[in-house]
DNA sequence: CGGATTTTGTTCTCCCGTTCACAAACTCCT
DNA sequence: AGGAGTTTGTGAACGGGAGAACAAAATCCG
């Protein structure tokens, strides 16, 4: 069900080309997947394609906005307004995707008071108070890592369910709180772990040229 | 063996505690795994444990750090330097993992000439020039995302076989390059998704109390 | 020195996701 | 209207990862 979103964009981007009517391989193709899993993603949704033409492209769009929840729009808290957190707060991109950065938080006198995007950052002390006014479940925690896990307690403590967190720390949570985690510094190394492969290949058997290669070492 | 970086950020953190010799259930914990996956993961690197004692932690991180290819440094160029790229070109944590940020690319002229962590913004024509002359083989894609895949075939095209693509696009490469995408608008959405299922649970069953709904909702 | 204890490395089983393949359903053209 | 062509929805086979469980190996302790 982690692939919803991206079927989504999938279809937003047809749209906007004008494209009424796909079938599940062009869907596929946009979304980089296989039409087969596509179309098995979709089946679990109802039945909203028909046999020998295809989905009607606005209408699975709603269908797959509705699945996910985007009918309404999301009030999100962001915590820790560093460098990562102000870009986040000035992402235009958030609010045209149902959600909408509803608190900014920080402890840092020097932040608390600054405005990004017309929402103005304030102490952590208040943040109970900001999601029951808001009425924010979900929370993003972008402040550094030995204090990320305090900052999700203090998240889950005041009502929040859901977590995205950026901190390179693993944080645990109550049963009932979900956590999602994205990690530059992983990501980076996974590509270093290929990068370092791709080399040794190439030494190990310098007769291969890149084709060859990228064969042996694709996942 | 995308948890590799997981035990080494855990292992990592046992050194700084001064933990010297680590069971595969303390790292498991450390790392929030299951610690039947963690040994099993580890026999693939080879038998760097001891029965009856565990693992030496700097050893096995040293052994690790060797495997994803993190005892030499990596040069990335980040092409695109809005809000994201900024937070990315000015963040620390970067050079102390293993990676330097040694590119910076944009088209915009505004930007071209800025200098962030002591690295000067270079138009992207130049961009094959600094792959060769810096030895880049990763690239980080920060731009819109219309523009992501022509940002890409110009990676790809100047020598990059690694790319990290923050842009809320799909983009095809050809075989042998890597792509990794990170995508903040899809980790949102599925948040959402289990929001809604937690709030509709709640609905359909209102004498349950949050407990159970948390153990109905677990994926 | 030998048994009790701890913990790794590995085997085995199970389960879930992926993919193939095909019948059913729909359109289009003659 | 009917056949040819397309495309969905899904049953079935496949593959691989996850976890339980256990034997082997090492330490500890009397
Ligand atoms: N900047 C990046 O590009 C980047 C990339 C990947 C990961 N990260 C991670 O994201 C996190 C933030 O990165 P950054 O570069 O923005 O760091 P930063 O130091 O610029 O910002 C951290 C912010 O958190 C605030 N903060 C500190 N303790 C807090 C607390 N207890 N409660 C609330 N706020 C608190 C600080 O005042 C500061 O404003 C770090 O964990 C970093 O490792 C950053
Ligand atoms: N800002 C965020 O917090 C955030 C979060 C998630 C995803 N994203 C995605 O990351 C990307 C960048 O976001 P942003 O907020 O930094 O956008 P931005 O508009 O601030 O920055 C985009 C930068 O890319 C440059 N650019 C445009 N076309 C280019 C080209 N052809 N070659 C090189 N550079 C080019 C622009 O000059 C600009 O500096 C977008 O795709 C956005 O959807 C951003």
Redesign the interface.
Same mark, same amino acid.
């Given at each position: 069900?982690?692939r919803?979103?991206?079927y989504?964009?999938?279809l937003t981007l047809l749209i906007e080309r004008g494209v009424a009517t796909a079938s599940s391989e062009d869907l596929a193709v946009?979304?980089?997947v296989n039409s087969a899993k596509l179309r098995k993603d979709l089946s679990y949704l109802g039945s909203y394609g028909t046999r020998g033409v295809g989905y009607d492209v606005e209408y699975l769009r709603y269908q797959i906005a509705r699945?996910?929840?985007?009918t309404q729009d999301?009030p999100?808290a962001i915590v820790g307004l560093g460098?990562?957190g102000?870009?986040?707060a000035?992402?235009a @991109?958030?609010g045209t #995707?149902?959600?909408r950065v509803a608190a900014l938080l920080d402890v840092d006198p020097d932040r608390i008071g600054r405005d990004f995007g017309g929402v103005v950052v304030r102490h952590l002390d208040e943040l109970a108070d900001l999601v029951d006014e808001h009425d924010i479940?979900?929370g993003v925690v972008t402040t550094p890592g030995p204090v990320a896990q305090q900052v999700a307690d203090r998240l889950v403590g005041s009502g929040v369910?859901?977590?995205?967190n950026f901190a390179?720390a693993?944080i645990?949570v109550?049963? @009932?709180?979900?956590v #999602?985690k994205?990690?530059?510094?992983?990501?980076?190394?996974?590509?270093?772990?290929?990068?370092?492969r791709?080399s040794m290949a190439g030494a190990l058997h310098p007769g291969l040229d890149?084709?060859v290669?990228?064969?042996v070492?694709?996942p």
């Open positions: 069900m982690a919803l979103p991206v989504l964009r999938a946009a979304a980089g699945e996910i929840g985007l999301w999100v460098n990562l102000q870009a986040l000035n992402y @991109g958030f #995707r149902g959600f479940s979900i369910t859901s977590i995205l390179p693993v645990t109550p049963s @009932g709180v979900d #999602r994205v990690d530059l510094s992983i990501e980076l190394q996974i590509l270093a772990y290929h990068e370092q791709k890149i084709d290669v990228a064969q070492v694709a």
